[in-house]
């Protein structure tokens, strides 16, 4: 069974730094895509970034590009998001999903493409 345990969510201040991680389990994660996405309250889940776990090859939401980095650790089967220069807009629950690769295409941005998800972890940053 796939378990996604987020953590590294905290309080900070604009223009300030947080790395959340995503630790793997349950099966190899080689043919799987790994995702973030953030959700704040009453409003849809928004596509953070996303990384092939196998080639490593990253994607990520124009809001976030520059100044956020996905990458992943395969010996700790863990996932990262090295958050900078953070801003009050980024404040969130910022979820970690996987998604396995199947025939037809990988759509990285749309959450729906994602098998299992973590409970989250809250973001916030004060302005």
């Known amino acids: 069974q796939v378990q996604l345990v987020e953590s590294g969510g905290g309080l900070v201040q604009a223009g300030g730094s947080l790395r959340l991680s995503c630790a793997a389990s349950g099966r190899t994660f080689s043919s799987y895509a790994m995702g973030w996405f953030r959700q704040t309250q009453g409003k849809e889940l928004e596509f953070v970034a996303a990384?092939?776990?196998?080639?490593?090859?990253?994607y990520y939401a124009d809001s976030v590009k520059g100044r956020f980095t996905i990458s992943r650790d395969n010996a700790k089967n863990t996932v990262y998001l090295q958050m900078n220069s953070l801003i009050p807009e980024d404040t969130a629950v910022y979820y970690c999903a996987a998604g396995q690769y199947r025939s037809g295409g990988f759509y990285y941005s749309l959450s729906p493409s994602y098998d299992h998800w973590g409970q989250g972890t809250q973001v916030t940053v004060s302005s």
């Open positions: 990384i092939n776990w196998s080639i490593g090859s990253t």
